[in-house]
């Protein structure tokens, strides 16, 4: 009988390696083109939100904190069904 392991992943020699080096890589990509596609998103509005350089607004971190994680999720779900980080099984 197989561990749980070696139907996952195909060996016991891997031990999942491979999945968290995937998974870490697309999670990072996923973190930079929210960042950079924010940030042009924020230019294209004019919309600036400096927290060290002016006072606490609320509303404007509310904004700048919402719009980076929607993107994030979107690029985290995209990357898991396309490219070199697609998921095996669809999912």
């Known amino acids: 009988m197989r561990c749980m ?3 996952v992943h195909g060996s016991r020699a891997s031990n999942g390696t491979g999945f968290w080096r995937r998974t870490g ?3 990072l990509v996923a973190v930079v083109l929210a960042y950079v596609t924010s940030r042009v998103v924020f230019g294209l509005f004019e919309f600036q939100y400096r927290p060290f350089d002016e006072s ?3 509303g ?3 904004i700048d904190l919402g719009v980076f994680v929607v993107l994030y999720v979107g690029f985290e779900r995209l990357l ?3 490219g070199p ?3 095996k099984g669809g999912g």
Do not use: C, G, M, Y
Request: hydrophobic share 55%; no cysteine.
């Open 25 to 27: 890589l697309r999670r």
């Open 60 to 62: 404007k971190l509310a």
């Open 5 to 7: 392991a070696e139907r």
């Open 85 to 87: 980080f697609a998921a």
């Open 80 to 82: 898991r069904r396309v």
């Open 56 to 58: 606490f607004d609320l």
